[in-house]
């Protein structure tokens, strides 16, 4: 796709996040639109881009991932539909379509195309206008926030380590870090490292928080983005002390709600973000 037509993709992303109160790609698909080495696929009516899909390919034996859109204005026209066909028809192997807040259209999409939900990843919020506990930093822990570059290794092996068994987080490279660190959204005050204080070059978890801008009626939302824990370092206690840290920061900075992803499995992660207060408030479910 050329740059024209990139922006005509956003675009599309913008209205459908505005009219469904949820965006229609995650991160890994919007950062693709355009991407060198991305399957894209594109729905017209004609002359017009309405509707897009990209797939990230499967890796490490996870499946293919499939994302789509449709304009909100030119929606229940069978453009879904001609752009699934097309889409599966181009990866049939193992593959996951993405139904992001699962609305009801997706849901009726994905059942007359045969589809069943397989992975469910729940978004959880919670308000930061709530008390929140007190943080409490063992002694035998140092917390600290990023100082730059020469954090990133440690970050990484904590990554790939933590999330061995996730299909997108797992298996980041150095071009993954340096994406979000150089991202704008990025503040290097709001990623918290936790080391055990006998050790302090080596990474036992970190959180990164991350803020989202006020958009239209939407005011300012943050994020716990990313907690990981060393797998050694399991059963401390890091990842409440460590989402408290990023809650704490999140709630000075005057935002008044909290938002984190987290898979509708993990129960030992569930548990955590439920004691902190946080309740369910939407769902993605990977369709195949």
Do not use: C
Not at 35 to 61: C, H, K, L, M, W
Not at 180 to 187: E, I, V
Not at 223 to 247: H, K, N, P
Request: net charge negative; proline share 6%; hydrophobic share 40%.
């Amino acid at each position: 796709m050329g740059v024209e037509s990139n922006q005509r993709v956003r675009d599309i992303v913008a209205a459908a996040t505005l009219a469904d109160k949820v965006a229609p790609l995650g991160e890994q698909a919007v950062a693709a639109i355009g991407r060198p080495g991305i399957a894209e696929f594109t729905v017209s009516s004609g002359d017009d881009v309405v509707g897009y899909a990209n797939v990230q390919p499967s890796r490490d034996g996870e499946p293919a991932m499939i994302e789509l859109v449709v304009d909100p204005e030119h929606r229940r026209q069978g453009h879904g539909k001609r752009l699934l066909t097309t889409v599966l028809g181009q990866v049939p192997d193992d593959r996951r379509v993405w139904a992001h807040g699962d609305l009801p259209a997706a849901r009726a999409l994905a059942e007359d195309m045969g589809l069943t939900p397989l992975r469910e990843l729940l978004q959880l919020r919670r308000p930061l206008t709530d008390p929140l506990p007190d943080l409490q930093v063992p002694g035998d822990l140092v917390l600290r926030t990023y100082a730059g570059p020469s954090d990133d290794a440690e970050i990484l092996r904590v990554n790939n380590a933590a999330f061995e068994w996730h299909p997108e987080q797992g298996g980041w490279s150095a071009e993954q870090i340096d994406e979000r660190t150089g991202s704008d959204w990025f503040d290097a005050a709001g990623v918290f490292l936790a080391f055990d204080a006998a050790d302090p070059e080596r990474l036992l978890g970190f959180h990164w928080t991350k803020v989202h801008p006020a958009e239209g009626d939407t005011a300012e939302l943050g994020e716990v983005y990313i907690v990981g824990v060393d797998t050694s370092a399991q059963g401390r206690g890091l990842g409440r002390i460590l989402t408290l840290a990023g809650l704490h920061h999140l709630s000075d900075l005057g935002l008044g709600e909290v938002e984190l992803y987290v898979e509708g499995d993990n129960t030992a992660a569930l548990n955590t973000y439920n004691k902190l207060g946080f309740t369910r408030y939407a769902i993605d479910v990977a369709y195949g």
